[in-house]
């Protein structure tokens, strides 16, 4: 059965002691959830919040990796150094790094290679534009983003993958998809997934939604066969919200 996981994304949001004060709330008040819980948080915090999450229900991301391993690449941080600093996961592909640091699909398939030889498991978004939608081509466009992405990866590498489509239109704006169009569309990932790895991989994969969730939208959505989850952005830095989207 495949995994149920809602992941909180700070972005370049909290101090390192505003950091830990919600990490500690979220831990405290979600040791009996049935979802799995992930924090992604800017890198400077990582440390800290990997020793306060040890041994607890909370897993700790990071938002970006570059795609070698080390090297002359001023300002980076490699998929190794995360791996080191005892991480589970890296987000990859976040609409925000395609938009404001020119990431391709391409680019992106390296990040992903890099990550996950450093056994890190990747969080790899993608999703439509308005501009998209509108002219009807975001089911061709996710399957573009998935095919150039990640189909040059074995069967056997897919278990690491959660994949989180976010409607770029959706993203901070207070607009959601309807579960509708959240469910048209991880029923279309799946169908992609299915066509290239077969169906048994592509039920075990966690298709996460994400969009403007909240608490008043979580349960409808994440009541949709296809939606694992959510990833979350400004709902997550409130620990009352992100918890209440968590049990939802
Ligand atoms: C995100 O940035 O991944 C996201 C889903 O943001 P928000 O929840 O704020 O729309």
């Known amino acids: 059965m495949r995994q149920q996981i809602v992941a909180g994304n700070w972005k370049m949001n909290l101090n390192l002691q505003e950091g830990i004060d919600l990490c500690k709330t979220i831990i405290a008040l979600t040791?009996?959830?049935?979802?799995?819980?992930?924090?992604?948080?800017?890198?400077?915090?990582?440390?800290?919040?990997?020793?306060?999450?040890?041994?607890?229900?909370?897993?700790?991301?990071?938002?970006?990796?570059?795609?070698?391993?080390?090297g002359a690449f001023t300002g980076e941080i490699s998929p190794a150094m995360l791996a080191d600093l005892g991480l589970e996961y890296v987000i990859l592909g976040h609409s925000e790094r395609r938009a404001f640091n020119a990431e391709t699909n391409s680019l992106l398939a390296k990040k992903l290679d890099a990550a996950l030889s450093q056994n890190l498991k990747v969080i790899y978004c993608f999703g439509e534009t308005l501009e998209e939608r509108k002219a009807n081509s975001h089911l061709d466009l996710v399957t573009q983003q998935i095919t150039e992405g990640l189909f040059h990866l074995e069967a056997d590498t897919i278990k690491n993958i959660v994949l989180a489509y976010e409607p770029v239109w959706a993203i901070g704006t207070g607009e959601t998809a309807t579960s509708f169009q959240a469910q048209e569309m991880h029923t279309h990932i799946?169908?992609?997934?299915?066509?290239?790895?077969?169906?048994?991989?592509?039920?075990?994969?966690?298709?996460?939604?994400?969009?403007?969730?909240?608490?008043?939208?979580?349960k409808e959505l994440f009541s949709q066969t296809d939606v694992d989850g959510g990833l979350i952005g400004g709902a997550s830095l409130k620990a009352t919200d992100f918890v209440s989207i968590i049990k939802a």
């Open 31 to 70: 040791s009996d959830a049935t979802r799995k819980v992930i924090i992604s948080a800017p890198y400077i915090h990582l440390a800290s919040l990997v020793t306060l999450c040890k041994g607890t229900n909370v897993k700790v991301a990071a938002q970006n990796c570059h795609h070698e391993i080390s």
């Open 190 to 218: 799946r169908k992609v997934m299915t066509a290239k790895y077969g169906s048994e991989i592509a039920e075990n994969c966690s298709i996460l939604y994400g969009g403007s969730c909240k608490p008043t939208n979580a």
